[in-house]
């Protein structure tokens, strides 16, 4: 009853590992909602909003008529799917268990697990409402062509590399600011509905606008994604590298962050609270 059960060898602790990934990958999914039909359906309803709200918005500034060789609806989900990505992906590692939870007395859980469950949770539910979205939209509405699928789908897998990344770092900070990480995230994410430029045909912008994005990777992801999406848009003025490079960092700080901060555990981190 009181037994430790240990793994054999490297290859039952990886095994185990990743058993323990799988399950808390599931618990983080259904921690939205009881049935995951229904958390499923929520996200997608969030997508159908926001296309409908900027569709409106474009139509009635005027901005829909600017010359796009390509379908308008499937411009604009490019850049929400990857808009919606990146901040579901920073709020569910932020939201994340850290090292104080009471999960964390089952071993053998630990952080890395429940970053890495909410991370690849966030990721599962994404795909699958990029995927409903667009087969609904294909069969019921318009017929589209998605230039190179498979890179497309690398560019939503940036996004949520990066969103990971700043995610990791946020969540290294949470404990030592609770209130500054909380604030700033929701600034995030708000500032991006404009900053991460999926309004906007890159291309098109005057030098004193791009500047004025050019810092936020998401800004060159989307515009790198649209590439892949339409076989007349060629991306001149992003990077491809930029954001993974900025993810890399991110991931590489957050992690260094994520392993002091869990040195210094402690219960009464949330007792003032």
């Given amino acids: 009853m009181f037994k430790t059960v240990r793994p054999s060898s490297s ?27 229904v ?25 829909k008529s600017v010359k796009l060789r390509g379908d308008f609806l499937l411009f604009m989900m490019s850049g929400i799917f990857l808009y919606i990505t990146h901040i ?28 890495s469950s909410a991370a690849l949770g966030s990721l599962y539910i994404q795909t699958l409402s990029l995927i409903i979205v667009l087969f609904v939209y294909h069969v019921g ?8 699928p498979a890179y497309a789908y690398g560019m ?17 900070l949470k404990p030592w600011f609770p209130t500054f990480v909380k604030l700033f995230t929701t600034i995030y994410q708000r500032a991006n509905m404009i900053a991460s430029g999926k309004m906007f045909v890159v291309n098109m912008l005057p030098p004193t606008m791009y500047k004025m994005f050019a810092w936020n990777p998401l800004f060159h992801n989307i515009d790198q994604a649209r590439g892949y999406v339409f076989i007349n848009y060629f991306p001149h003025k992003t990077s491809l590298m930029y954001p993974i490079y900025i993810g890399i960092c991110l991931v590489m700080l957050g992690l260094i962050g994520e392993f002091y901060t869990r040195r210094h555990a402690s219960l009464s981190w949330s007792a003032r609270r």
């Fill in 88 to 115: 579901k992906a920073l709020g569910a590692v932020v939201g994340s268990e850290g090292p104080a939870s009471p999960m964390m007395q089952h071993a053998p859980m630990n952080t890395a697990i429940t970053i």
């Fill in 39 to 63: 958390a499923l359906g929520i996200n997608i309803l969030t997508v159908i909003i926001m296309v409908i709200a900027f569709y409106l918005f474009f139509t009635v500034l005027g901005i």
């Fill in 141 to 148: 509405f318009k017929p589209i062509t998605i230039y190179q």
């Fill in 156 to 172: 939503v897998l940036v996004a949520w590399f990066t969103g990971v990344g700043a995610g990791l770092v946020l969540l290294a």
């Fill in 11 to 37: 290859l039952h602790s990886a095994v185990v590992i990743l058993e323990l990934i799988y399950h808390a990958t599931v618990r983080s999914i259904r921690q939205q909602h009881g049935n995951a039909i």
